[in-house]
């Protein structure tokens, strides 16, 4: 089985510039959602936007082969646990 190597670098580098800019519409969101009166709007319509716009281009990378979606999917969730590992509070124990 071949791997078409640069299918799998676009996809992955697909999958970052998507992860990334759905993980920075999280967190302006989020502000926005603990600023408004009503943040349940807020989140409902955010939730809407990042979700369609990733599954869009998550759709248009499919069709590119499976190298691209394995590579897009990948770095998705690279990015997913740099993020998480960044935004984490630090214990006590940790800062010290």
Do not use: K
Request: charged share 10%; aromatic share 10%; proline share 3%.
């Amino acid at each position: 089985m071949a791997i078409d190597w640069t299918m799998l670098g676009l996809g992955a580098l697909a999958g970052a510039l998507a992860s990334a800019l759905f993980f920075a519409g999280l967190a302006w969101g989020m502000r926005l959602a603990l600023r408004a009166r009503h943040p349940l709007p807020v989140l409902f319509l955010s939730g809407v936007i990042r979700i369609g716009a990733l599954l869009a281009v998550g759709w248009l990378v499919a069709g590119q082969g499976a190298a691209s979606l394995a590579g897009f999917a990948l770095a998705f969730l690279v990015v997913r646990f740099g993020i998480i590992a960044f935004a984490r509070p630090r214990s006590a124990h940790e800062a010290a």
